[in-house]
């Protein structure tokens, strides 16, 4: 099989390296130059979360959607999020459960996905997980500007919930792929 490394692909893949030091500069926000190296970190994700939003667009617009691309923009998503909010819970800005439901979803979906490609079938992000994933990045950066406050938990909440909600819902939807087990 060989892989069409064509632009959203590359934004893809970008997304995946950009965690490296975004995942770097996060932690060391706690230490004294904290607020610069959160600052660095900031830029680090709005400049991934801003290829998320490139890749997929011009993969539709030119007609450029490839089975790698619709594995690992999802997989280039998980990545990032969940980096920051491991690191957050490292550095006391979040409570572990947040990262816990996150990634018991996340663990829950792949486990999907890998089903289905069992199948030779590929599953796609659907619209609710995009959702998920905007209101992650959203939490996340706002987080990642005011810092520590007891208000993290209150502005990851809205994430938490379509984090619970889209698992559920593509659960449901590929409730075929655990009742034809074999």
């Known amino acids: 099989m060989s892989i ?33 190296y959160r600052m660095i970190a900031l830029v680090l994700f709005a400049l991934a979360s801003i290829t998320d939003f490139l890749d997929g667009y011009i993969a539709r617009k030119n007609n450029m959607i490839t089975d790698f691309g619709k594995l690992m923009d999802p997989l280039a998503d998980k990545i990032l999020v969940i980096s920051a909010l491991v690191v957050f819970v490292e550095i006391d800005f979040l409570p572990s459960w947040i990262s816990i439901v996150v990634l018991a979803r996340e ?15 590929v599953i796609a992000a659907g619209n609710l997980g995009k959702y998920k994933t905007t209101a992650q990045m959203i939490g996340i950066i706002i987080i990642m500007l005011i810092g520590g406050t007891p208000y993290n938990t209150w502005i990851m909440l809205p994430s938490v919930i379509l984090t619970v909600w889209s698992g559920w819902d593509y659960s449901v939807k590929a409730k075929h792929y655990f009742i034809n087990m074999k």
């Open 107 to 121: 663990f829950l979906i792949s486990g999907i996905r890998s089903l289905a490609a069992a199948n030779g079938e």
């Open 4 to 36: 069409n490394m064509n632009v959203p692909n590359k934004l893809t893949m970008g997304r995946i390296i950009l965690a490296i030091p975004f995942i770097y500069f996060l932690g060391m926000s706690n230490g004294s130059n904290g607020f610069t």
